[in-house]
């Protein structure tokens, strides 16, 4: 099961490939930017251009033409050395990336998503607003069709990166049918727009290098070929962006909880008390087999969630898994790390107390794992009444003999793996 999973000889030397550069060239600055307070723009241009900004995208395209569970590896060897990174190249590869590669025209491929993926370009994606957060389909933001124009009205929080941005996904209403009416519209260039204001960086728990913007859009004009897709479609577009976001979310949550159990491992063998490392006593030993195991745990369900989309499959409920166990597991690593370390660890001389500070984050963006485990619940029922639906079907198709019949259970079989995005989230 792991070997198929992780690692072919290709996913091993791609591992290895990330953590090299990532000791390089991330691990020591990390540091600096997060104690100045100072977003790592240089940092994430360097992973674009060693091509780690985009991997399961095809090359003219920006990304390296892997697979997703290379993609997945990537994001878990960054936010081993700096979730921050990992984050907005999950944003930029998964929220912005998948409906612009998937749905969008061949020029918006080329002119806004490969500049992105490669590190030419920061991106951003705003739908949260302050009275549509979980309940992402009760937005007010507008877009109104004015000629060869879209006119973009509202007010959105927690845009990650949205106060620098080269290119913000805005998500907008442009009809008044609930999560239905929803489209996504490219705004190249936001800072240099009329309309687009930057109200604040909202200062957060993660520290003053994240940035999460709050952005007001106050009669934005784009041209109308800067709709995603198609008008009215944004919702499925996002959802489907959002299996592969909580990929990423989940191998995040994988590096996170792999670089708190690494610094417990290492600080546990060195630090004595009572005359002998303190891992050798059976209260901390016990904690780092718990966090090994849950790590482990955590890289498996992301690992097959990605293996899964590897093989064209539906991965919603996998991702949600996934996404939950793996952000749950680093949360709880993290603060057993910080307790590992004793005061050293609650104090900001070493990274500990930053992994605790970047687990809660995780645990709330990409859905909340509230909405994330609402999400499995749902296709857990939804499976079983399929299958219950499916067996009905299936004894009256024997008692009638009836081929016909059997053909219609197996096209509603394939409706329901098909499933409705529209109805998945709360
Ligand atoms: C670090 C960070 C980065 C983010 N980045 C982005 C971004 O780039 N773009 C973007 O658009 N948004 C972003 N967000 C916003 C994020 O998606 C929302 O914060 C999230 O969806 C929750 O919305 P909310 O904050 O309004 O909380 P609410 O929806 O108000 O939820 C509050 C609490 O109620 C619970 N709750 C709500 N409904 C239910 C329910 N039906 N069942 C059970 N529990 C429920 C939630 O789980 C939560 O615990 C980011 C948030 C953070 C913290």
Same mark, same amino acid.
């Given at each position: 099961? =792991?070997?198929?999973?992780?690692?072919?000889?290709?996913?091993?030397?791609?591992?290895?490939?990330?953590?090299?550069?990532?000791e390089?060239?991330?691990?020591?600055?990390?540091?600096?930017?997060?104690?100045?307070?100072?977003?790592?723009?240089?940092?994430?241009?360097?992973?674009?251009?060693a091509?780690?900004?985009?991997?399961?995208?095809?090359?003219?395209?920006?990304?390296?033409?892997?697979?997703?569970?290379?993609?997945?590896?990537? =994001?878990?060897?960054?936010?081993?050395?700096?979730?921050?990174?990992?984050?907005?190249?999950?944003?930029?590869?998964?929220?912005?990336?998948?409906p612009?590669?998937?749905?969008?025209?061949d020029?918006?491929?080329?002119?806004?998503?490969?500049?992105?993926?490669?590190?030419?370009?920061?991106?951003?994606?705003?739908?949260?607003?302050?009275?549509?957060?979980?309940?992402?389909?009760?937005?007010?933001?507008?877009?109104?069709?004015?000629?060869?124009?879209?006119?973009?009205?509202?007010?959105?929080?927690?845009?990650?990166?949205?106060? =620098?941005?080269?290119?913000?996904?805005?998500v907008?209403?442009?009809?008044?049918?609930?999560?239905?009416?929803l489209?996504?519209?490219?705004?190249?260039?936001?800072?240099?727009?009329?309309?687009?204001?930057?109200?604040?960086?909202?200062?957060?728990?993660e520290?003053?290098a994240?940035?999460?913007?709050?952005?007001?859009?106050?009669?934005?004009?784009?041209? #109308?070929?800067?709709?995603?897709?198609?008008?009215?479609?944004?919702?499925?577009? =996002?959802?489907?962006?959002?299996?592969?976001?909580?990929?990423g979310?989940?191998?995040?949550?994988?590096?996170?909880?792999?670089? #708190?159990?690494?610094?417990?491992?290492?600080y546990?063998g060195?630090?004595?008390?009572?005359?002998?490392?303190?891992?050798?006593?059976?209260?901390?030993?016990?904690?780092?087999?718990?966090?090994?195991?849950?790590?482990?745990?955590?890289?498996?369900?992301?690992?097959?969630? !990605?293996?899964?989309?590897?093989?064209?499959?539906?991965?919603?409920?996998?991702?949600?898994?996934?996404?939950?166990?793996?952000?749950?597991?680093?949360?709880?690593i !993290?603060?057993?790390?910080?307790?590992?370390?004793?005061?050293?660890?609650?104090?900001?001389?070493?990274?500990?107390?930053?992994?605790?500070?970047?687990?809660?984050?995780?645990?709330?963006?990409?859905?909340?794992?509230?909405?994330?485990?609402?999400?499995?619940?749902?296709?857990?029922?939804?499976?079983?009444?399929?299958?219950?639906?499916?067996?009905?079907?299936?004894? #009256?198709?024997? #008692?009638?003999?009836?081929?016909?019949?059997?053909?219609?259970?197996?096209?509603?079989e394939?409706?329901?793996?098909?499933?409705?995005?529209?109805?998945?989230?709360?």
């Open positions: 099961m =792991i070997s198929r999973l992780e690692h072919t000889e290709e996913h091993a030397a791609h591992r290895a490939a990330v953590r090299s550069f990532c390089e060239t991330i691990a020591p600055a990390v540091e600096g930017y997060d104690r100045a307070g100072e977003f790592p723009e240089p940092l994430l241009r360097a992973v674009g251009e091509g780690f900004g985009g991997v399961a995208y095809p090359t003219d395209c920006g990304g390296g033409g892997l697979d997703f569970r290379s993609w997945a590896i990537t =994001i878990e060897e960054l936010a081993r050395s700096w979730k921050l990174l990992a984050g907005a190249v999950n944003v930029n590869g998964a929220l912005v990336g998948y612009i590669f998937t749905f969008g025209a020029w918006q491929r080329t002119d806004w998503l490969a500049p992105v993926l490669r590190g030419e370009a920061v991106s951003a994606f705003a739908m949260t607003e302050l009275g549509a957060g979980s309940d992402a389909a009760n937005m007010r933001t507008t877009a109104e069709r004015d000629g060869d124009e879209w006119v973009l009205d509202g007010h959105k929080v927690w845009t990650t990166n949205g106060s =620098i941005a080269d290119l913000l996904v805005v907008a209403r442009t009809s008044d049918r609930g999560n239905k009416g489209s996504l519209f490219g705004v190249p260039d936001p800072g240099g727009r009329d309309g687009v204001e930057v109200v604040r960086d909202i200062p957060c728990l520290g003053p994240a940035l999460e913007t709050e952005l007001r859009l106050d009669g934005v004009r784009v041209p #109308a070929d800067h709709l995603v897709g198609e008008v009215d479609r944004g919702f499925r577009y =996002i959802m489907e962006g959002l299996d592969i976001g909580r990929i979310t989940a191998a995040q949550g994988v590096g996170v909880a792999q670089a #708190a159990f690494e610094a417990s491992l290492d546990a060195e630090r004595e008390q009572f005359g002998r490392p303190i891992g050798e006593f059976e209260g901390v030993g016990f904690k780092l087999a718990d966090m090994a195991t849950r790590t482990e745990a955590a890289r498996l369900l992301t690992l097959a969630a !990605a293996d899964a989309r590897d093989r064209g499959e539906r991965v919603t409920t996998q991702a949600a898994m996934a996404k939950v166990f793996a952000t749950d597991a680093a949360m709880d !993290a603060v057993e790390a910080v307790q590992v370390h004793g005061g050293r660890g609650y104090s900001t001389d070493l990274p500990v107390e930053r992994y605790l500070r970047e687990a809660k984050g995780m645990q709330i963006y990409e859905g909340t794992n509230e909405i994330n485990r609402l999400v499995v619940a749902n296709r857990l029922f939804e499976a079983r009444a399929a299958e219950t639906a499916s067996a009905e079907t299936g004894e #009256a198709a024997s #008692a009638a003999k009836a081929d016909e019949t059997d053909d219609a259970a197996k096209a509603d394939t409706d329901d793996a098909a499933g409705d995005p529209d109805a998945d989230e709360a």
